[in-house]
């Protein structure tokens, strides 16, 4: 299993709208790509007490294999970039990891 997350930076000046991530782009995210699962976390402080989060938003999408992901993200790739600009002007950072546990 893969886990796909999708960091947006808390930056200043970025914005970001949770309801829209959580109830639009994450389920057509979901659809699309055939994410066996999703989840969503708010950044809301560092590591360090009183500090900022160093992420707006983490999104995760669980998929069976890298080529489950890599084949449905080349065809809908284009769909669900072109609805960033929806729910922020951040640009994430996504990593792709084997999920150990």
Do not use: W
């Amino acid at each position: 299993m893969i886990r796909v997350s999708v960091m947006y930076p808390n930056q200043e000046g970025n914005t970001f709208d949770m309801e829209y991530y959580c109830t639009s782009h994450m389920p057509m995210a979901q659809r699309l790509l055939g994410a066996t699962e999703f989840s969503v976390d708010r950044g809301i402080g560092g590591g360090a007490p009183g500090s900022p989060a160093p992420y707006l938003a983490i999104g995760y999408l669980l998929f069976d294999s890298l080529e489950a992901f890599q084949k449905t993200i080349v065809a809908h790739g284009p769909e669900l970039m072109s609805d960033i600009p929806n729910y922020t002007n951040a640009s994430p950072s996504i990593q792709i990891s084997e999920v150990k546990l």
